[in-house]
């Protein structure tokens, strides 16, 4: 390449980005022109593991704006299977609410009736609320015996320990990780999704853990 540059006398071009540019550019991220925060690489690696998969059911912990689970329902039409439930303290936007594919509850992820996935047999889980370390660990005690064997069970951002705001978060969603791998052994670190883009080059740092037993 650095030949052909020469032969042809192209311009150097220059690359300058690092973790906290793709964090600060993340904030900036819609989907269907609702905010969807989440690193490009995730959005690559989620619709590979959904086609792989093909869930008949996600329960997404944290819904925002509802952006995310608009993504995901949306995939879930491309695939014509499964069902966004989507979880929060607020209802998202109107067009998320709209989406056949979505189910929106508004009771925060510890008033979520876990008798609603009784007739799904393949669920996966993504966590994606306060991020504060005793609230991650919660929540994923509470959701992982629902995840299915071979299915996913995603925490997000553990980049922030990165960041240096691990101690804002009580440690945030690692330290809830690495307990909940102590004491859940039927789940793995799954690096073939940290490591696609380089080691741990994810948002999700260490959270995709697929449940094997």
């Known amino acids: 390449m650095n030949v052909l540059r ?6 150097q071009e220059k690359v300058n980005f690092n973790i906290e540019s793709v964090y600060q550019g993340h904030h900036k991220i819609t989907y269907r022109g609702i905010p969807a925060l989440k690193c490009p690489f995730d959005y690559v690696i989620y ?8 869930p008949d059911v996600i329960i997404e912990i944290g819904t925002n704006r509802g952006g995310s689970a608009l993504y995901l ?3 879930m039409n491309i695939i014509n299977h ?15 609410l709209q989406h056949p594919r979505i189910r929106a509850f508004n009771d925060g992820w510890q008033g979520y009736d876990i008798s609603e996935i009784k007739n799904f047999s393949k669920i996966m ?9 005793e609230d991650t660990l919660a929540a994923i005690n509470k959701f992982a015996p629902l995840v299915s064997k071979d299915s996913y069970l995603i925490v997000e951002d553990g980049i922030i320990s990165e960041l240096g705001f691990s ?9 809830a990780i690495n307990e ?6 039927d789940f793995i670190i799954d690096n073939q999704w940290c490591n696609m883009f380089g080691k741990n080059a994810t948002f999700n740092v260490n959270g995709y853990l697929k449940k094997i037993a």
């Open 6 to 11: 020469k032969l042809i006398k192209l311009p």
């Open 47 to 54: 619709q590979m593991i959904i086609m792989k998969l093909q």
């Open 73 to 75: 329902a949306d995939l």
């Open 82 to 96: 499964g069902v966004v439930h989507t979880i929060d303290i607020k209802y998202p936007s109107e067009i998320v």
């Open 125 to 133: 889980v993504i966590d994606d609320a306060s991020h504060i370390y």
């Open 167 to 175: 101690e804002e978060y009580h440690g945030g969603p690692l330290k």
């Open 180 to 185: 909940f791998l102590e004491i859940h052994k």
